[in-house]
């Protein structure tokens, strides 16, 4: 089991970027998945994007393909998600979570170890 603390949360304004980071502490196993997701007030949790500790492998949510990237810096054990092209609908607060194993289908009840979470907040 891994601790996961994000930063990185602000308000910006639409068309903006901003930067995430998921802070990793405890052992990062070869076959460690990170993941962020988000949730809006009202609204289901949803995957934002995913990356393979050791490959590299990645998946994203369909609301954010071509806009955000996500990516892992093994040495420095984070894992960062920059955001671009930012709308409104993309406000929520986000979540970083670990798993084992590398699944691009599987859902966030599979994530074992989660973060505080950071709020990113869009406006128009």
């Known amino acids: 089991q891994v601790q996961l603390t994000e930063s990185g949360g602000d308000a910006v304004q639409a068309g903006g970027s901003l930067r995430l980071i998921c802070a990793i502490a405890?052992?990062?196993?070869?076959?460690?998945?990170v993941a962020w997701f988000r949730r809006a007030p009202g609204k289901d949790r949803e995957l934002v994007a995913a990356?393979?500790?050791?490959?590299?492998?990645?998946v994203y949510g369909d609301s954010v393909k071509g806009r955000f990237t996500i990516s892992r810096d093994n040495p420095g054990n984070t894992v960062a998600l920059q955001m671009s092209s930012l709308k409104p609908e993309d406000t929520a607060e986000y979540y970083c979570?670990?798993?084992?194993?590398?699944?691009?289908?599987?859902?966030?009840?599979?994530?074992?170890?989660w973060g505080q979470g950071t709020v990113v907040t869009v406006s128009s």
């Open positions: 979570g670990a798993a084992r194993g590398w699944d691009p289908n599987r859902s966030s009840a599979s994530y074992n170890s």
């Open positions: 405890g052992r990062t196993t070869s076959d460690l998945t």
């Open positions: 990356v393979a500790w050791t490959l590299g492998s990645t």
